[in-house]
């Protein structure tokens, strides 16, 4: 039988926990992408009028997220002419597990002058166009494979590809695509010589723009840890240039560590 290339499968108990759901953290658990893709679904699909796009996403990731149906609750909570804002809550057994809140900007005209941005954007792996969803490639320094255990390593981290969908049979939109991949900026910002050894506890995702196409890379910009807490940054790019950036928190997991040189590389969509 065929594993569903998707996260969640709409049920009468509201979304059920596909395979390629499972954290590698826990078979127990549901990864973040899965999560913070759900989340984007619903409150873009609830909430984004015409004219808008989703420019800002947090998701607040306070409880373990388990493996079994999960429901989700929105709420408008600003509906202006050039801004609205709304909420979201993932909810098992009656209780919030995540929270979600999201930023959707009225589109315009780009104001007059220039103004100073990053002069190198990432550069996809060479590789055909993807027409639907792919297996992630990884980047360590400048070279690009399928094979995770090979950028384990100091280097700094890219990551391509094609997202899941988040329910089965709905090809995922730009928004809910780029928070899936985005949530591996925790992976990009937090893997090294010994795998990885932080869980992140939440994700704010900032997009000028949407994705272009089906693919999605995220780079690595920034590491910063001390005492078991961790802050990563990182730049999510298409196959068109830079479109906006992800930033994590993260809590030390070492008795969990995930060690991909030991072949820990199973549901690497993400570990969450």
Same mark, same amino acid.
């Not at 993932?90 to 002058?113: C, H, I, N, T, Y």
């Given at each position: ?66 493996? /079994? ?7 408008? $909570?600003?509906? %202006? ?6 909420? *979201? @809550?993932? #909810? ?64 700094? /981290? ?7 969908? $988040?329910?089965? %049979? ?6 809910? *695509? @780029?928070? #899936? ?92």
């Amino acid at each position: 039988m065929t594993t569903p290339l998707a996260f969640f499968a709409v049920t009468d108990d509201g979304f059920e926990p596909l395979p390629f759901a499972a954290s590698a953290w826990s078979p127990n658990m549901v990864n973040g992408p899965a999560v913070c893709g759900l989340l984007a679904r619903a409150l873009e699909s609830q909430h984004c009028a015409e004219g808008f796009s989703p420019a800002r996403l947090t998701v607040d990731l306070f409880r373990p997220t388990l493996y /079994k149906p999960v429901t989700v609750v929105t709420e408008l $909570v600003r509906d %202006g002419n050039r801004i609205r804002v709304a909420c *979201a @809550a993932l #909810m098992q057994d009656g209780e919030d597990v995540a929270r979600a809140s999201a930023v959707f900007l009225k589109r315009s005209v780009q104001p007059p002058g220039e103004r100073w941005t990053r002069t190198e954007s990432p550069v996809p792996p060479a590789v055909p166009v993807a027409n639907g969803p792919t297996a992630p490639m990884w980047s360590s320094g400048l070279d690009w494979s399928s094979r995770i255990g090979d950028h384990q390593n100091s280097e700094r /981290k890219r990551m391509w590809q094609a997202p899941l969908s $988040v329910v089965e %049979g709905e090809p995922p939109s730009a928004f809910a *695509a @780029a928070a #899936m991949i985005g949530e591996s900026t925790s992976l990009m910002t937090n893997w090294g010589t010994t795998g990885i050894g932080f869980i992140n506890a939440d994700l704010t995702l900032a997009l000028a723009r949407p994705l272009i196409g089906l693919e999605i890379g995220v780079e690595a910009d920034s590491h910063i840890s001390a005492d078991g807490i961790a802050v990563g940054s990182a730049t999510l790019f298409d196959r068109h240039g830079s479109f906006g950036t992800c930033v994590v928190t993260a809590l030390a997991n070492a008795d969990r560590q995930i060690d991909f040189g030991n072949g820990d590389s199973h549901r690497r969509v993400g570990i969450r």
